[in-house]
């Protein structure tokens, strides 16, 4: 495994029975770096044969029905078939997910060639970014494996969002964050929330590196590790493709997708592909990442070609919740995106603020930076000529407005906008 020094395969022995009852029959977990399976254990965090990154694999068959699941509510629950959890397990839930889809009406950069824009809301979370859909299903499993409590490591949102969620389950929360590197919004809401906060010097990296040493030292069994190399916390997220089909009745074209950690990416593309390996949609989007230009890791290998991870040291970017140079998702998300015929694309700091105000000022999207990142990707596109009249293209907005307060003072609320 390329990021990180010991294997934590199977660091706790919790019973297959117990495992069977949290998890749903038929569901697998399988390596895709060496591609072998295993049953679902929710504490192997990396395959023991090879070390590489673990993902879910759903059962061949399901009895989910979009009809049926649309008489329940709008949100990450309404998908619960599609999901590895057992039916008889109670959620840790704040009602996440249902954020709206919103079409852009006043800064579509050439509407000439594209009919359909979206902005996929996900501010409008619980606590303000799409992390709350893996957290329900990260600490639903937490409650359930006699863990004392959750650790992540994290640009902010994540912590936020394990704080809120870890507090509904009654556990603990640890958040460890690298120091002068988080957003205001989101330290005041991990400590809202009551998490237990470490800042370490250096980068959002060196943070993960501490959560995996807490980790390989104590087992697991005392703090849950709930950052995205964790697959069961990204099956929450693959409902942001399960929304987006539901509410357009269609499948979009393009999902352009702000990434850092590139667990996000992952987890969209997996929706989707999962929907279609059901027979429940009939074609695939391609998915677009947009990175930071100073921590764009994953563009870079992209350009190259590589196979390999081009890693960013000392990644900088205002950004602060994508500001990543070692994406432990790499790979996930480098196949996603090739097997989708999408792409990777960098945009400059600049260009993240200058869509950051144009969604607030001409649509009354209030987003993070990270998440403007997306509209600076598509205008970019467009510009490009890489989009073809007629396509129909989603937006996704991580997080909100209100997460990051100082960038917005400082850098973008007085700012003139600049349309051209
Ligand atoms: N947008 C926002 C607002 C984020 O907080 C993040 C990640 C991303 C995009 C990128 O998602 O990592 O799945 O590619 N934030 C993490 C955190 C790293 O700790 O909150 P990704």
């Known amino acids: 495994m390329y990021l990180f020094g010991e294997s934590l395969g199977?660091?706790?022995?919790?019973?297959?029975?117990?495992?069977?009852?949290?998890?749903?029959?038929?569901?697998?977990?399988?390596?895709?770096?060496?591609g072998h399976t295993y049953d679902p254990d929710p504490f192997m965090v990396l395959c023991p044969r090879c070390r590489g990154l673990l993902e879910v694999v759903m059962p061949s068959k399901t009895?989910?029905?979009?009809?049926?699941?649309?008489?329940?509510?709008?949100?990450?629950?309404?998908?619960?078939?599609?999901?590895?959890?057992?039916?008889?397990?109670?959620?840790v839930t704040l009602n996440e997910g249902g954020t709206?889809?919103?079409?852009?009406?006043?800064?579509?950069?050439?509407?000439?060639?594209?009919?359909?824009?979206?902005?996929?809301?996900?501010?409008?979370?619980?606590?303000?970014?799409?992390?709350?859909?893996?957290?329900?299903?990260?600490?639903?499993?937490?409650r359930?494996?006699?863990?004392?409590?959750?650790?992540v490591a994290s640009t902010g949102n994540t912590a936020a969002s394990a704080a809120a969620y870890a507090a509904r389950a009654g556990l603990r929360c640890v958040v460890v964050l690298p120091k002068g590197g988080v957003a205001k919004g989101k330290i005041a809401q991990?400590?809202?929330?009551?998490?237990?906060?470490?800042?370490?010097e250096g980068a959002f990296d060196d943070a993960l590196d501490d959560v995996f040493t807490?980790?390989?030292?104590?087992?697991?069994?005392?703090?849950?590790?709930?950052n995205s190399y964790n697959p069961w916390r990204l099956e929450g997220q693959k409902t942001i493709a399960f929304e987006i089909v539901d509410e357009l009745g269609?499948?979009?074209?393009?999902?352009?997708?702000?990434?850092?950690?590139?667990?996000?990416?992952?987890?969209?593309?997996?929706?989707?592909?999962?929907?279609?390996?059901?027979?429940?949609?009939?074609?695939?989007?391609?998915?677009?990442?947009?990175?930071?230009?100073?921590?764009?890791?994953?563009?870079?290998?992209?350009?190259?070609?590589?196979?390999r991870l081009h890693a960013v040291e000392n990644p900088q970017t205002i950004a602060s919740a994508i500001r990543i140079g070692k994406p432990v998702n790499w790979l996930k998300a480098l196949r996603a995106v090739k097997e989708s015929g999408g792409r990777f694309i960098t945009v400059s700091d600049e260009e993240i603020l200058v869509a950051m105000k144009m969604l607030a000022a001409l649509e009354g999207i209030g987003v993070e930076p990270a998440s403007a990142a997306?509209?600076?990707?598509?205008?970019?596109?467009?510009?490009?000529?890489?989009?073809?009249?007629?396509?129909v293209v989603v937006l996704i907005a991580t997080g909100h407005a209100l997460k990051d307060p100082d960038t917005i003072v400082s850098k973008v609320a007085a700012r003139a906008l600049q349309l051209g």
Not at 112 to 127: A, C, I, L, M, Q
Not at 257 to 271: R, Y
């Open 250 to 307: 269609f499948v979009p074209d393009i999902v352009i997708v702000p990434v850092g950690n590139a667990g996000n990416i992952s987890a969209i593309w997996k929706g989707f592909k999962e929907l279609y390996s059901y027979g429940l949609i009939d074609k695939l989007p391609r998915m677009v990442g947009v990175q930071a230009a100073g921590a764009a890791p994953l563009a870079l290998t992209w350009e190259q070609g590589a196979d």
């Open 144 to 151: 359930n494996i006699g863990v004392e409590g959750v650790i």
């Open 190 to 200: 991990a400590l809202l929330h009551g998490a237990e906060i470490r800042e370490v």
């Open 63 to 91: 009895s989910f029905s979009m009809e049926i699941a649309r008489m329940r509510r709008f949100s990450v629950w309404r998908y619960r078939e599609l999901l590895p959890i057992d039916d008889g397990v109670t959620p």
């Open 100 to 142: 709206p889809l919103i079409p852009l009406m006043r800064c579509r950069s050439g509407t000439e060639r594209v009919v359909d824009v979206y902005v996929k809301f996900e501010g409008s979370n619980p606590t303000g970014s799409f992390k709350d859909r893996g957290m329900t299903v990260g600490v639903t499993i937490a």
């Open 374 to 391: 997306s509209l600076a990707g598509y205008r970019k596109l467009v510009d490009s000529n890489l989009i073809d009249g007629g396509e």
């Open 10 to 34: 199977n660091i706790n022995n919790l019973s297959r029975s117990a495992s069977r009852r949290i998890f749903r029959e038929g569901v697998l977990i399988k390596c895709v770096q060496c």
């Open 214 to 226: 807490e980790v390989v030292v104590n087992g697991g069994r005392k703090l849950y590790p709930l």
